[in-house]
Protein backbone atom coordinates (compact mmCIF):
# COMPACT_ATOMS: atom_id res chain seq x y z
CA UNK A 1 0.00 0.00 0.00
CA UNK A 2 1.73 3.33 -0.79
CA UNK A 3 1.43 5.47 2.39
CA UNK A 4 -1.02 7.11 4.89
CA UNK A 5 -1.77 4.32 7.39
CA UNK A 6 0.65 1.26 8.13
CA UNK A 7 -1.63 -0.97 9.94
CA UNK A 8 -0.28 -3.57 11.81
CA UNK A 9 -2.01 -6.72 14.34
CA UNK A 10 -0.25 -7.95 17.78
CA UNK A 11 -2.06 -8.72 21.17
CA UNK A 12 -3.61 -5.38 22.80
CA UNK A 13 -1.34 -3.55 25.40
CA UNK A 14 -0.75 0.28 26.34
CA UNK A 15 1.80 1.85 24.61
CA UNK A 16 3.14 5.66 25.26
CA UNK A 17 1.70 8.74 23.65
CA UNK A 18 -0.59 8.72 20.55
CA UNK A 19 -3.95 8.30 20.02
CA UNK A 20 -5.87 5.15 21.96
CA UNK A 21 -9.21 3.99 20.07
CA UNK A 22 -11.78 2.18 22.30
CA UNK A 23 -14.75 0.57 21.30
CA UNK A 24 -18.33 1.33 23.69
CA UNK A 25 -22.13 -0.48 23.86
CA UNK A 26 -24.74 1.24 24.47
CA UNK A 27 -25.09 1.18 28.20
CA UNK A 28 -22.21 3.48 28.41
CA UNK A 29 -19.49 0.56 30.49
CA UNK A 30 -16.18 -0.08 29.02
CA UNK A 31 -15.60 -3.83 28.66
CA UNK A 32 -13.78 -5.74 30.76
CA UNK A 33 -10.82 -6.57 28.79
CA UNK A 34 -10.41 -2.54 28.17
CA UNK A 35 -10.78 -1.59 31.93
CA UNK A 36 -7.89 -3.61 32.96
CA UNK A 37 -5.79 -2.72 30.42
CA UNK A 38 -6.28 1.06 31.31
CA UNK A 39 -6.50 0.72 34.94
CA UNK A 40 -9.20 1.71 37.37
CA UNK A 41 -8.30 5.19 37.25
CA UNK A 42 -8.04 6.11 33.99
CA UNK A 43 -11.57 3.78 33.63
CA UNK A 44 -13.07 6.20 36.42
CA UNK A 45 -11.94 9.04 34.83
CA UNK A 46 -13.35 7.25 31.06
CA UNK A 47 -16.81 6.99 32.55
CA UNK A 48 -17.35 10.45 33.62
CA UNK A 49 -16.66 12.28 30.69
CA UNK A 50 -19.12 9.52 29.45
CA UNK A 51 -21.53 10.96 31.57
CA UNK A 52 -20.57 14.83 31.43
CA UNK A 53 -20.97 14.33 27.51
CA UNK A 54 -24.05 12.49 27.62
CA UNK A 55 -22.39 10.60 25.66
CA UNK A 56 -25.00 7.45 24.29
CA UNK A 57 -22.51 5.27 22.31
CA UNK A 58 -24.72 5.19 19.66
CA UNK A 59 -23.27 2.69 16.17
CA UNK A 60 -20.80 4.66 14.40
CA UNK A 61 -20.79 7.68 17.06
CA UNK A 62 -17.33 8.87 18.64
CA UNK A 63 -16.11 10.77 21.85
CA UNK A 64 -12.84 12.04 21.71
CA UNK A 65 -11.17 13.05 24.93
CA UNK A 66 -7.29 15.15 24.90
CA UNK A 67 -4.94 14.26 27.36
CA UNK A 68 -7.32 11.61 29.77
CA UNK A 69 -6.38 11.33 33.27
CA UNK A 70 -4.83 8.42 34.36
CA UNK A 71 -2.62 7.42 31.51
CA UNK A 72 -0.42 7.89 29.16
CA UNK A 73 -1.74 9.21 25.55
CA UNK A 74 -2.74 12.41 23.91
CA UNK A 75 -5.85 11.34 23.21
CA UNK A 76 -8.36 8.97 23.99
CA UNK A 77 -11.27 8.44 21.49
CA UNK A 78 -14.63 6.33 22.36
CA UNK A 79 -16.09 4.73 19.59
CA UNK A 80 -19.62 3.65 19.79
CA UNK A 81 -20.84 0.45 18.51
CA UNK A 82 -24.74 0.88 20.05
CA UNK A 83 -26.63 -2.16 21.15
CA UNK A 84 -26.55 -5.70 21.01
CA UNK A 85 -28.69 -5.83 17.87
CA UNK A 86 -26.72 -3.42 16.04
CA UNK A 87 -23.09 -5.59 16.97
CA UNK A 88 -24.60 -8.89 15.68
CA UNK A 89 -24.59 -6.97 12.19
CA UNK A 90 -21.25 -4.45 12.84
CA UNK A 91 -20.42 -3.47 9.17
CA UNK A 92 -17.02 -3.11 10.40
CA UNK A 93 -15.45 -1.84 6.43
CA UNK A 94 -17.71 1.74 7.57
CA UNK A 95 -16.90 1.41 11.30
CA UNK A 96 -13.34 1.22 10.48
CA UNK A 97 -13.67 4.77 8.36
CA UNK A 98 -15.57 6.39 10.83
CA UNK A 99 -11.94 5.46 13.29
CA UNK A 100 -9.72 6.86 10.61
CA UNK A 101 -11.90 10.25 10.18
CA UNK A 102 -11.01 10.77 14.11
CA UNK A 103 -7.90 10.22 13.57
CA UNK A 104 -6.85 14.50 13.23
CA UNK A 105 -3.39 14.65 13.56
CA UNK A 106 -2.06 11.87 14.96
CA UNK A 107 1.53 10.10 14.20
CA UNK A 108 0.46 6.54 15.88
CA UNK A 109 -2.67 4.97 16.27
CA UNK A 110 -3.15 1.82 19.02
CA UNK A 111 -6.95 0.26 18.57
CA UNK A 112 -8.17 -1.32 21.20
CA UNK A 113 -10.35 -4.40 19.53
CA UNK A 114 -11.50 -5.54 22.50
CA UNK A 115 -15.64 -5.33 23.16
CA UNK A 116 -18.73 -6.63 24.86
CA UNK A 117 -18.72 -10.40 24.71
CA UNK A 118 -21.61 -10.56 22.04
CA UNK A 119 -19.08 -8.20 19.70
CA UNK A 120 -17.57 -10.24 17.20
CA UNK A 121 -13.92 -9.27 17.04
CA UNK A 122 -12.39 -12.06 14.74
CA UNK A 123 -9.40 -12.25 12.13
CA UNK A 124 -12.10 -11.21 9.22
CA UNK A 125 -13.23 -8.60 11.38
CA UNK A 126 -10.05 -6.81 12.08
CA UNK A 127 -9.15 -7.04 8.21
CA UNK A 128 -12.48 -4.97 7.48
CA UNK A 129 -11.79 -2.84 9.60
CA UNK A 130 -8.49 -1.95 8.29
CA UNK A 131 -9.84 -2.03 4.60
CA UNK A 132 -12.06 0.77 5.83
CA UNK A 133 -9.51 2.85 7.66
CA UNK A 134 -7.54 2.75 4.51
CA UNK A 135 -10.72 3.93 2.44
CA UNK A 136 -11.29 6.64 4.27
CA UNK A 137 -8.01 7.80 4.45
CA UNK A 138 -7.78 8.09 0.61
CA UNK A 139 -7.42 11.22 -1.27
CA UNK A 140 -6.85 11.64 -4.72
CA UNK A 141 -4.86 15.40 -4.67
CA UNK A 142 -2.01 14.89 -6.37
CA UNK A 143 -2.51 17.83 -8.35
CA UNK A 144 -3.24 20.20 -5.23
CA UNK A 145 0.19 22.31 -4.57
CA UNK A 146 -0.82 23.00 -1.07
CA UNK A 147 -2.53 21.15 1.96
CA UNK A 148 -6.29 22.15 2.05
CA UNK A 149 -8.92 22.22 5.21
CA UNK A 150 -10.85 19.65 3.93
CA UNK A 151 -8.41 17.31 3.49
CA UNK A 152 -7.51 17.94 7.47
CA UNK A 153 -8.45 14.66 8.34
CA UNK A 154 -6.15 12.69 5.36
CA UNK A 155 -3.03 11.12 7.31
CA UNK A 156 -0.17 13.20 6.23
CA UNK A 157 3.07 11.06 6.10
CA UNK A 158 3.16 7.56 7.69
CA UNK A 159 1.01 7.01 10.40
CA UNK A 160 1.40 4.00 12.32
CA UNK A 161 -2.04 2.08 13.88
CA UNK A 162 -1.42 -0.78 15.68
CA UNK A 163 -4.41 -3.24 15.87
CA UNK A 164 -4.78 -5.21 19.29
CA UNK A 165 -6.63 -7.87 19.90
CA UNK A 166 -6.49 -11.46 21.14
CA UNK A 167 -7.15 -13.07 17.90
CA UNK A 168 -4.49 -11.13 16.08
CA UNK A 169 -2.28 -14.15 14.27
CA UNK A 170 -5.99 -14.92 12.68
CA UNK A 171 -6.01 -10.43 11.77
CA UNK A 172 -2.71 -10.97 10.26
CA UNK A 173 -3.70 -13.90 8.06
CA UNK A 174 -7.23 -12.40 6.61
CA UNK A 175 -5.76 -8.59 6.84
CA UNK A 176 -3.77 -10.01 3.40
CA UNK A 177 -6.96 -10.24 1.57
CA UNK A 178 -8.52 -7.00 2.81
CA UNK A 179 -4.72 -5.33 2.07
CA UNK A 180 -5.13 -6.35 -1.64
CA UNK A 181 -9.13 -5.64 -1.33
CA UNK A 182 -7.89 -1.55 -0.12
CA UNK A 183 -5.30 -1.58 -2.89
CA UNK A 184 -7.50 -2.23 -6.02
CA UNK A 185 -10.18 0.31 -5.15
CA UNK A 186 -7.57 2.38 -4.29
CA UNK A 187 -6.11 2.00 -8.17
CA UNK A 188 -9.44 2.49 -9.48
CA UNK A 189 -10.44 5.47 -7.75
CA UNK A 190 -6.71 6.53 -8.85
CA UNK A 191 -7.51 6.11 -12.60
CA UNK A 192 -10.98 7.20 -12.38
CA UNK A 193 -9.42 10.63 -10.79
CA UNK A 194 -6.63 11.00 -13.10
CA UNK A 195 -7.44 13.52 -16.03
CA UNK A 196 -7.90 12.67 -19.14
CA UNK A 197 -4.79 15.03 -20.68
CA UNK A 198 -2.71 12.79 -18.75
CA UNK A 199 -4.67 9.51 -18.99
CA UNK A 200 -4.97 8.58 -22.18
CA UNK A 201 -5.74 4.69 -23.76
CA UNK A 202 -1.72 4.33 -24.10
CA UNK A 203 -1.07 5.63 -20.33
CA UNK A 204 -4.00 3.89 -19.16
CA UNK A 205 -2.47 0.60 -20.73
CA UNK A 206 1.09 1.34 -19.44
CA UNK A 207 -1.02 1.20 -15.60
CA UNK A 208 -2.64 -1.89 -16.70
CA UNK A 209 0.08 -3.34 -17.79
CA UNK A 210 1.72 -2.64 -14.36
CA UNK A 211 -0.01 -5.45 -13.05
CA UNK A 212 2.34 -8.04 -14.87
CA UNK A 213 4.35 -7.71 -10.87
CA UNK A 214 1.63 -9.39 -9.58
CA UNK A 215 2.13 -12.22 -12.01
CA UNK A 216 -0.96 -11.26 -14.19
CA UNK A 217 -0.51 -12.03 -17.79
CA UNK A 218 -0.98 -8.69 -19.83
CA UNK A 219 -1.46 -8.18 -23.91
CA UNK A 220 -1.84 -4.80 -25.34
CA UNK A 221 -3.83 -4.71 -28.73
CA UNK A 222 -2.86 -1.77 -30.44
CA UNK A 223 -4.82 0.22 -33.28
CA UNK A 224 -3.28 -2.01 -36.12
CA UNK A 225 -3.88 -5.11 -34.07
CA UNK A 226 -7.26 -3.91 -33.87
CA UNK A 227 -8.04 -3.04 -37.58
CA UNK A 228 -6.52 -6.54 -38.46
CA UNK A 229 -8.71 -8.82 -36.04
CA UNK A 230 -11.66 -6.46 -37.23
CA UNK A 231 -13.25 -4.47 -33.96
CA UNK A 232 -14.34 -1.62 -36.35
CA UNK A 233 -17.18 -0.54 -33.73
CA UNK A 234 -14.66 0.49 -31.50
CA UNK A 235 -11.80 1.82 -33.47
CA UNK A 236 -15.15 3.70 -34.98
CA UNK A 237 -15.24 5.71 -31.62
CA UNK A 238 -11.96 6.75 -31.11
CA UNK A 239 -11.03 7.87 -35.11
CA UNK A 240 -11.52 11.37 -34.05
CA UNK A 241 -9.20 11.37 -31.25
CA UNK A 242 -5.65 12.45 -31.70
CA UNK A 243 -5.11 9.94 -29.15
CA UNK A 244 -4.83 6.07 -30.13
CA UNK A 245 -7.65 3.40 -29.35
CA UNK A 246 -6.14 0.40 -27.44
CA UNK A 247 -8.03 -3.43 -25.78
CA UNK A 248 -5.74 -4.91 -22.84
CA UNK A 249 -6.50 -8.62 -22.11
CA UNK A 250 -5.36 -9.38 -18.37
CA UNK A 251 -5.03 -13.05 -17.40
CA UNK A 252 -4.94 -14.71 -13.84
CA UNK A 253 -4.52 -18.03 -13.86
CA UNK A 254 -5.07 -19.51 -10.01
CA UNK A 255 -7.37 -22.71 -10.24
CA UNK A 256 -6.46 -25.22 -8.62
CA UNK A 257 -8.73 -28.22 -9.90
CA UNK A 258 -9.17 -29.06 -13.50
CA UNK A 259 -12.70 -28.91 -13.16
CA UNK A 260 -12.81 -24.82 -12.68
CA UNK A 261 -10.20 -25.12 -15.75
CA UNK A 262 -12.01 -26.84 -17.79
CA UNK A 263 -15.18 -24.56 -17.02
CA UNK A 264 -13.62 -21.84 -18.50
CA UNK A 265 -12.73 -18.34 -16.61
CA UNK A 266 -14.82 -15.64 -15.32
CA UNK A 267 -14.62 -12.75 -17.67
CA UNK A 268 -14.83 -9.18 -16.90
CA UNK A 269 -14.74 -6.03 -19.22
CA UNK A 270 -14.70 -2.56 -18.58
CA UNK A 271 -15.97 0.11 -20.41
CA UNK A 272 -12.93 2.34 -20.84
CA UNK A 273 -13.84 5.76 -22.73
CA UNK A 274 -10.85 8.40 -21.04
CA UNK A 275 -12.80 10.91 -21.92
CA UNK A 276 -16.80 11.10 -23.49
CA UNK A 277 -17.01 14.69 -25.59
CA UNK A 278 -20.07 12.88 -27.38
CA UNK A 279 -18.34 13.30 -30.56
CA UNK A 280 -19.84 14.61 -33.64
CA UNK A 281 -23.19 14.45 -31.23
CA UNK A 282 -21.05 16.86 -28.48
CA UNK A 283 -22.17 16.59 -25.01
CA UNK A 284 -23.39 20.53 -23.17
CA UNK A 285 -20.66 21.91 -21.82
CA UNK A 286 -22.18 22.18 -18.53
CA UNK A 287 -20.34 19.41 -16.13
CA UNK A 288 -18.98 17.62 -19.51
CA UNK A 289 -15.21 17.80 -17.36
CA UNK A 290 -16.85 14.53 -15.37
CA UNK A 291 -16.77 12.58 -18.55
CA UNK A 292 -13.01 11.96 -17.64
CA UNK A 293 -14.73 9.01 -15.50
CA UNK A 294 -15.95 7.81 -18.35
CA UNK A 295 -13.36 4.88 -17.84
CA UNK A 296 -14.60 4.07 -14.59
CA UNK A 297 -16.36 0.23 -15.23
CA UNK A 298 -12.46 0.00 -17.09
CA UNK A 299 -11.34 1.45 -13.84
CA UNK A 300 -12.92 -1.38 -11.74
CA UNK A 301 -11.79 -4.63 -13.98
CA UNK A 302 -7.97 -3.11 -13.50
CA UNK A 303 -8.70 -2.39 -9.67
CA UNK A 304 -10.84 -5.74 -9.46
CA UNK A 305 -7.83 -8.12 -10.96
CA UNK A 306 -5.26 -6.22 -8.43
CA UNK A 307 -7.20 -7.17 -5.63
CA UNK A 308 -7.56 -10.71 -7.17
CA UNK A 309 -3.76 -11.38 -8.30
CA UNK A 310 -2.38 -9.64 -4.56
CA UNK A 311 -4.50 -12.46 -2.69
CA UNK A 312 -3.39 -14.90 -4.91
CA UNK A 313 -7.02 -16.13 -5.59
CA UNK A 314 -7.53 -19.37 -6.79
CA UNK A 315 -9.87 -18.97 -10.01
CA UNK A 316 -9.30 -18.29 -13.61
CA UNK A 317 -9.89 -14.60 -14.61
CA UNK A 318 -9.82 -12.91 -17.73
CA UNK A 319 -10.30 -9.37 -17.53
CA UNK A 320 -10.66 -6.69 -20.76
CA UNK A 321 -10.67 -3.11 -21.74
CA UNK A 322 -11.84 -1.08 -24.18
CA UNK A 323 -9.82 2.52 -24.23
CA UNK A 324 -10.48 4.95 -26.62
CA UNK A 325 -11.48 9.05 -26.43
CA UNK A 326 -14.96 10.32 -27.92
CA UNK A 327 -13.44 13.06 -29.71
CA UNK A 328 -15.32 15.41 -32.47
CA UNK A 329 -13.25 16.36 -35.69
CA UNK A 330 -12.70 15.96 -39.50
CA UNK A 331 -12.45 12.72 -38.87
CA UNK A 332 -14.92 11.75 -36.43
CA UNK A 333 -17.46 9.23 -37.02
CA UNK A 334 -20.99 10.76 -38.15
CA UNK A 335 -24.48 10.10 -37.71
CA UNK A 336 -25.83 7.72 -40.17
CA UNK A 337 -22.53 5.94 -40.41
CA UNK A 338 -22.80 2.20 -40.58
CA UNK A 339 -20.04 0.22 -39.08
CA UNK A 340 -19.29 -3.52 -39.18
CA UNK A 341 -18.49 -5.40 -35.50
CA UNK A 342 -16.06 -7.61 -34.82
CA UNK A 343 -19.47 -9.81 -34.58
CA UNK A 344 -20.10 -9.17 -38.61
CA UNK A 345 -23.23 -7.29 -37.27
CA UNK A 346 -23.79 -4.14 -38.88
CA UNK A 347 -24.30 -1.22 -37.03
CA UNK A 348 -26.31 2.34 -37.96
CA UNK A 349 -24.84 5.59 -35.90
CA UNK A 350 -27.31 7.76 -34.44
CA UNK A 351 -25.62 9.63 -31.69
CA UNK A 352 -22.08 9.70 -31.49
CA UNK A 353 -22.73 9.84 -27.87
CA UNK A 354 -23.74 6.15 -27.11
CA UNK A 355 -20.36 5.04 -27.79
CA UNK A 356 -19.66 2.76 -24.59
CA UNK A 357 -22.32 -0.01 -26.42
CA UNK A 358 -19.58 0.22 -29.42
CA UNK A 359 -16.80 -0.35 -27.60
CA UNK A 360 -18.51 -3.34 -25.20
CA UNK A 361 -20.41 -5.04 -28.40
CA UNK A 362 -16.85 -5.45 -29.89
CA UNK A 363 -15.02 -6.58 -26.53
CA UNK A 364 -17.60 -9.25 -25.12
CA UNK A 365 -17.20 -10.59 -28.94
CA UNK A 366 -13.71 -10.83 -28.92
CA UNK A 367 -13.34 -12.43 -25.00
CA UNK A 368 -16.51 -14.98 -25.89
CA UNK A 369 -14.83 -16.12 -29.11
CA UNK A 370 -11.51 -16.13 -27.45
CA UNK A 371 -11.93 -17.00 -24.26
CA UNK A 372 -14.59 -19.06 -24.10
CA UNK A 373 -15.42 -17.71 -20.72
CA UNK A 374 -18.22 -19.67 -18.03
CA UNK A 375 -19.89 -16.36 -18.06
CA UNK A 376 -19.06 -12.84 -18.97
CA UNK A 377 -19.75 -9.88 -16.72
CA UNK A 378 -19.23 -6.00 -17.81
CA UNK A 379 -18.74 -2.69 -15.49
CA UNK A 380 -19.90 0.52 -18.08
CA UNK A 381 -20.85 4.00 -17.25
CA UNK A 382 -23.39 3.58 -20.28
CA UNK A 383 -26.14 5.91 -19.62
CA UNK A 384 -27.49 8.98 -18.12
CA UNK A 385 -30.77 7.26 -17.65
CA UNK A 386 -29.86 5.00 -14.72
CA UNK A 387 -29.13 7.33 -12.91
CA UNK A 388 -32.73 8.89 -13.65
CA UNK A 389 -34.22 5.30 -12.68
CA UNK A 390 -31.69 4.14 -9.64
CA UNK A 391 -30.07 7.65 -8.59
CA UNK A 392 -26.87 6.78 -6.87
CA UNK A 393 -27.60 4.02 -4.72
CA UNK A 394 -27.79 0.92 -6.62
CA UNK A 395 -26.51 0.22 -10.57
CA UNK A 396 -28.80 -1.01 -13.06
CA UNK A 397 -28.26 -4.79 -13.23
CA UNK A 398 -29.26 -6.62 -16.77
CA UNK A 399 -28.51 -10.30 -17.08
CA UNK A 400 -29.76 -13.28 -19.13
CA UNK A 401 -28.63 -15.59 -16.31
CA UNK A 402 -30.68 -15.68 -13.30
CA UNK A 403 -28.05 -17.57 -10.89
CA UNK A 404 -25.56 -15.28 -11.93
CA UNK A 405 -27.95 -12.18 -10.72
CA UNK A 406 -28.98 -13.51 -7.70
CA UNK A 407 -24.92 -14.01 -6.82
CA UNK A 408 -24.24 -10.38 -7.78
CA UNK A 409 -27.28 -9.30 -5.77
CA UNK A 410 -26.04 -11.18 -2.73
CA UNK A 411 -22.50 -9.94 -3.12
CA UNK A 412 -23.89 -6.36 -3.34
CA UNK A 413 -25.81 -6.77 -0.26
CA UNK A 414 -22.66 -8.17 1.64
CA UNK A 415 -20.47 -5.55 0.62
CA UNK A 416 -22.80 -2.25 0.42
CA UNK A 417 -22.23 -2.32 -3.31
CA UNK A 418 -26.05 -2.71 -4.42
CA UNK A 419 -27.28 -3.46 -7.52
CA UNK A 420 -31.00 -3.46 -9.10
CA UNK A 421 -32.25 -5.57 -11.64
CA UNK A 422 -33.95 -4.19 -14.50
CA UNK A 423 -35.41 -5.95 -17.05
CA UNK A 424 -34.56 -7.36 -20.51
CA UNK A 425 -37.20 -8.57 -23.30
CA UNK A 426 -38.01 -9.13 -26.97
CA UNK A 427 -39.78 -5.41 -27.06
CA UNK A 428 -37.33 -3.50 -25.84
CA UNK A 429 -35.03 -5.25 -28.41
CA UNK A 430 -37.04 -3.90 -31.16
CA UNK A 431 -36.66 -0.86 -30.17
CA UNK A 432 -32.98 -0.87 -31.75
CA UNK A 433 -33.38 -2.59 -34.84
CA UNK A 434 -32.58 -0.28 -37.85
CA UNK A 435 -33.82 0.44 -41.35
CA UNK A 436 -30.26 0.50 -42.85
CA UNK A 437 -28.36 -2.17 -40.88
CA UNK A 438 -28.74 -4.64 -38.70
CA UNK A 439 -28.79 -2.20 -35.43
CA UNK A 440 -28.40 1.29 -34.81
CA UNK A 441 -26.77 2.52 -31.32
CA UNK A 442 -29.82 4.20 -29.72
CA UNK A 443 -33.31 3.51 -29.10
CA UNK A 444 -35.22 6.37 -28.73
CA UNK A 445 -35.98 8.62 -25.69
CA UNK A 446 -38.27 5.83 -23.57
CA UNK A 447 -35.90 3.10 -21.66
CA UNK A 448 -32.31 4.30 -22.05
CA UNK A 449 -30.44 1.82 -20.07
CA UNK A 450 -32.64 -1.02 -21.24
CA UNK A 451 -32.09 -0.65 -25.14
CA UNK A 452 -28.39 -0.27 -24.11
CA UNK A 453 -28.55 -3.32 -22.45
CA UNK A 454 -30.30 -4.62 -25.49
CA UNK A 455 -28.03 -3.63 -27.58
CA UNK A 456 -24.88 -5.30 -25.60
CA UNK A 457 -27.33 -8.50 -25.48
CA UNK A 458 -26.42 -9.17 -29.54
CA UNK A 459 -22.88 -10.01 -28.53
CA UNK A 460 -22.65 -12.33 -26.12
CA UNK A 461 -24.51 -15.28 -27.47
CA UNK A 462 -25.21 -17.86 -25.02
CA UNK A 463 -22.68 -17.19 -22.41
CA UNK A 464 -24.54 -16.31 -18.89
CA UNK A 465 -23.69 -12.45 -18.42
CA UNK A 466 -24.83 -9.39 -16.74
CA UNK A 467 -24.23 -6.01 -17.51
CA UNK A 468 -23.62 -3.46 -14.77
CA UNK A 469 -24.60 -0.06 -15.54
CA UNK A 470 -22.47 1.77 -13.28
CA UNK A 471 -23.00 5.84 -14.57
CA UNK A 472 -24.73 6.46 -10.92
CA UNK A 473 -22.63 4.89 -8.38
CA UNK A 474 -18.94 5.27 -10.23
CA UNK A 475 -18.93 9.05 -10.29
CA UNK A 476 -20.02 11.67 -8.01
CA UNK A 477 -20.44 9.57 -5.42
CA UNK A 478 -21.65 10.68 -2.43
CA UNK A 479 -19.99 11.69 0.75
CA UNK A 480 -19.88 8.68 3.58
CA UNK A 481 -17.88 6.63 6.11
CA UNK A 482 -15.29 4.95 3.40
CA UNK A 483 -15.08 7.37 0.96
CA UNK A 484 -14.19 11.40 1.06
CA UNK A 485 -13.44 11.34 -2.85
CA UNK A 486 -14.88 12.21 -6.38
CA UNK A 487 -15.14 8.38 -7.48
CA UNK A 488 -15.57 5.31 -4.39
CA UNK A 489 -14.43 3.10 -6.74
CA UNK A 490 -17.60 0.74 -7.28
CA UNK A 491 -17.73 -2.21 -7.77
CA UNK A 492 -14.07 -3.70 -6.90
CA UNK A 493 -15.15 -4.64 -3.43
CA UNK A 494 -18.52 -6.55 -4.63
CA UNK A 495 -16.72 -8.30 -7.77
CA UNK A 496 -13.76 -9.52 -5.69
CA UNK A 497 -16.78 -10.72 -3.00
CA UNK A 498 -18.68 -12.00 -5.64
CA UNK A 499 -15.57 -13.96 -7.03
CA UNK A 500 -14.47 -15.45 -3.03
CA UNK A 501 -17.92 -16.25 -2.24
CA UNK A 502 -19.07 -18.47 -5.59
CA UNK A 503 -16.02 -19.33 -7.52
CA UNK A 504 -12.90 -20.05 -5.43
CA UNK A 505 -12.19 -23.44 -4.10
N1 LIG B 1 -20.90 8.20 -20.78
C1 LIG B 1 -22.24 8.51 -21.06
C2 LIG B 1 -23.20 8.14 -19.91
C3 LIG B 1 -23.01 8.85 -18.61
C4 LIG B 1 -23.83 9.89 -18.25
C5 LIG B 1 -22.06 8.43 -17.70
C6 LIG B 1 -23.70 10.51 -17.03
C7 LIG B 1 -21.92 9.05 -16.48
C8 LIG B 1 -22.75 10.08 -16.15
C9 LIG B 1 -22.69 7.75 -22.31
O1 LIG B 1 -21.71 7.51 -23.25
C10 LIG B 1 -23.73 8.59 -22.98
O2 LIG B 1 -23.40 9.65 -23.40
N2 LIG B 1 -24.96 8.08 -23.04
C11 LIG B 1 -26.02 8.80 -23.65
C12 LIG B 1 -26.77 7.82 -24.50
C13 LIG B 1 -27.75 8.46 -25.43
C14 LIG B 1 -27.03 9.28 -26.48
C15 LIG B 1 -28.57 7.37 -26.08
C16 LIG B 1 -26.91 9.35 -22.53
O3 LIG B 1 -27.02 8.70 -21.49
O4 LIG B 1 -27.42 10.43 -22.70
MN1 LIG C 1 -21.47 9.13 -24.59
ZN1 LIG D 1 -19.78 7.42 -22.52
Not at 23 to 28: K, V
Not at 320 to 344: F, H, K
Amino acid sequence: MAEALKISFSAPDLSKGGTLIVFLGEGGKLPDGVKKLIGTTAANAVHRAIEADGFKAKPKSALSIPAPHGIDVDRLVIIGIGSEKDRQETDYVRLGGVIAGRLGSARSVNVVFVGPSDWRVDGAAASDLALGMQLRAYRFDKYHTKKRDADQDKPVGVVSVKIGMLAFSDARRASKSGEAIAEGVILARDLIHEPPNVLDPVEFARRAAELSKLGVEISILDEKQLSRIGMRALLGVGQGSAKESRVVIMRWNGAKTAKATKAGPLAFIGKGVVFDSGGISIKPAGGMEDMKGDMGGAACVVGLMHALASRKAKVNVICAIGLVENMPDGNAQRPGDIVTSLSGQTIEIINTDAEGRLVLGDVLWYVKETFKPSLMIDLATLTGAVLVALGQENAGLFSNDDTLSERLSAAGKATGETVWRLPLSAAYDKMIDSKFADMKNTGGRHAGSITAAQFLKRFVGDTPWAHLDIAGTALGSPENDINKSWSSGWGVRLLERFVADYYEG
